[in-house]
T-cell receptor, first 114, second 111 residues
Framework: DSGVTQTPKHLITATGQRVTLRCSPR?????VYWYQQSLDQGLQFLIQ???????AKGNILERFSAQQFPDLHSELNLSSLELGDSALYFC?????????????FGPGTRLTVL | GDSVTQMEGPVTLSEEAFLTINCTYT??????LFWYVQYPGEGLQLLLK?????DKGSNKGFEATYRKETTSFHLEKGSVQVSDSAVYFC??????????FGPGTSLSVIP
């Protein structure tokens, strides 16, 4: 158990819908990262927050947005869902930022778009 | 841009065989290098890391050496076990805090 929690574990929805994925980082971790894992794209970095502020952005679509709240939990919002958005979404956290900082991954949310 | 290339597998080995999973990278500056492991149905776990040239990371019998001259960070283990069956990801982290993962290598160890 990494100490990072993600809810829900599974999510099934229809095209065009909007969903929210939630992540609670390890106690004391200030940084949260979101990743998308799919068979064709592999593991893609989406976005990073540090202490409530966006710090780095990766291959995140405009239909997707995220935020980190004062209690440090984070939410990833996916809207106008398409079939291709079906994937595993991982959240990770770290105590700080820096080259050698270890990220701790949650168990993931499996999103299925029908 | 920055990228990581690794052998995609799947790799199938007998128990106690020697394991090598190749990883090479392209990056500006001096990245940190990582190996993560993903067991079935779980998230990724850090296996080992190295932060500068010639550093050797090691954990649970796995080793990898940061080779700047060949831009490589190959993962090795002298004797694999069935419990090592998982997907292994090579990754790099640049000064912008973005972690870039390779495509992953699936390893199956058979008794």
């Amino acid at each position: 158990d990494s100490g990072v929690t993600q809810t829900p574990k599974h999510l099934i929805t229809a095209t065009g819908q909007r969903v929210t994925l939630r992540c609670s980082p390890r106690s004391g971790d200030l940084s949260v990262y979101w990743y998308q894992q799919s068979l064709d794209q592999g593991l893609q970095f989406l976005i990073q927050y540090y202490n409530g502020e966006e710090r780095a952005k990766g291959n995140i679509l405009e239909r997707f947005s995220a935020q980190q709240f004062p209690d440090l939990h984070s939410e990833l919002n996916l809207s106008s869902l398409e079939l291709g958005d079906s994937a595993l979404y991982f959240c990770a956290s770290s105590v700080g930022v820096g080259l050698a900082t270890e990220q701790f991954f949650g168990p993931g949310t499996r999103l299925t778009v029908l | 841009g920055d990228s990581v290339t690794q052998m995609e597998g799947p790799v199938t080995l007998s128990e106690e065989a020697f394991l090598t999973i190749n990883c090479t990278y392209t990056a500006t500056g001096y990245p940190s290098l990582f190996w993560y492991v993903q067991y079935p149905g779980e998230g990724l776990q850090l296996l080992l890391k190295a932060t500068k040239a010639d550093d050797k990371g090691s954990n649970k019998g796995f080793e990898a050496t940061y080779r700047k001259e060949t831009t490589s960070f190959h993962l090795e283990k002298g004797s694999v076990q069935v419990s090592d069956s998982a997907v292994y990801f090579c990754a790099l982290k640049t000064s912008y805090d973005k972690v870039i993962f390779g495509p992953g290598t699936s390893l199956s160890v058979i008794p």
